[in-house]
């Protein structure tokens, strides 16, 4: 059974900085492509970043390029999320997923798997 669970969360003042993990299980992570998705509640999901098989291509959204960092360790079957110098509109519920099909704007064109999500707070 596949699972994926995100991790890091968590309330943090503006400027400041968090780091999400994300663990997948029942998958073999080097067939996918991943990426970190967010939501407000009321609105649609959207892609935060992306990153491919091997770690060689990310792409994020306008917003948060420059401040968040996506990377991945194919071995412990984790990808991660570096956020630095957040802001309160960056507050949501974050969320990974594994797919195909990296897409520039951050997001994947193909979600096959889902975790469940981890709350972000900035507070102003």
């Known amino acids: 059974q596949v699972q994926v669970v995100e991790s890091g969360g968590g309330l943090v003042q503006a400027g400041g900085s968090l780091s999400l993990s994300c663990t997948t299980s029942?998958?073999?992570?080097?067939?996918?492509?991943m990426g970190w998705f967010r939501q407000l509640p009321g609105k649609e999901r959207e892609g935060v970043s992306c990153?491919?098989?091997?770690?060689?291509?990310?792409f994020y959204t306008d917003s948060v390029r420059g401040r968040f960092t996506i990377s991945r360790d194919n071995a412990k079957n984790t990808l991660f999320l570096q956020m630095n110098s957040l802001k309160p509109e960056d507050t949501a519920m974050y969320y990974c997923?594994?797919?195909?099909?990296?897409?520039?704007?951050?997001?994947?064109?193909?979600?096959?798997?889902w975790g469940q999500g981890t709350q972000v707070t900035v507070s102003s």
């Open positions: 997923a594994a797919g195909y099909g990296v897409r520039s704007a951050g997001g994947l064109s193909d979600k096959r798997y």
């Open positions: 029942g998958l073999t992570v080097d067939d996918y492509s």
């Open positions: 990153i491919d098989r091997t770690g060689s291509i990310t």
